[in-house]
């Protein structure tokens, strides 16, 4: 796992009301994390990868052309996918958390981790 990417990662759950953020290879491998105690990384990559398969396949059924993310909201969060060269970044937060600040330290985010893959 790359020093960067753990200090990127790291920066996103810094953010109020993010518990943590994870970076996935599109096979499971995990590249990075910054995910909370109660989060096993190894089930994190695993749901990941089927929810980008799924979210793939969708966008090209419907004919919406290539997925770039996706948001799944709950009772007591929410869960944000972001397609990265071939990786997804994943960001797990609470139902407070302000998806405005979330989306442009995640731009800003994103362009840092294309540096380093």
């Known amino acids: 796992m790359s020093e960067r990417i753990t200090e990127i990662l ?3 759950k810094a953010i109020k009301g ?4 994870a970076l ?10 910054a995910l909370p105690g109660w989060v096993d990384p190894e089930a994190v ?7 980008l398969k799924a979210s793939q396949r969708a966008s090209e059924e419907l004919e919406q052309g290539q997925f770039f993310s996706a948001i ?3 009772e007591k969060g ?14 797990i937060t609470t139902k407070e958390a302000k998806l405005g ?3 442009l330290k995640l731009d800003a985010a994103t362009t840092e981790i294309k540096k380093t893959l």
């Open 45 to 51: 990559a695993a749901m990941v990868t089927l929810i």
């Open 24 to 33: 996935i290879e599109k096979f499971g491998l995990i590249k990075g994390s």
């Open 101 to 103: 600040i979330i989306n």
């Open 78 to 91: 929410k869960i944000l996918f972001s397609e990265i060269e071939g990786n997804i970044l994943t960001i």
């Open 10 to 12: 790291d920066s996103l």
């Open 72 to 74: 799944i909201e709950s």
């Open 18 to 21: 993010v518990h943590g953020a």
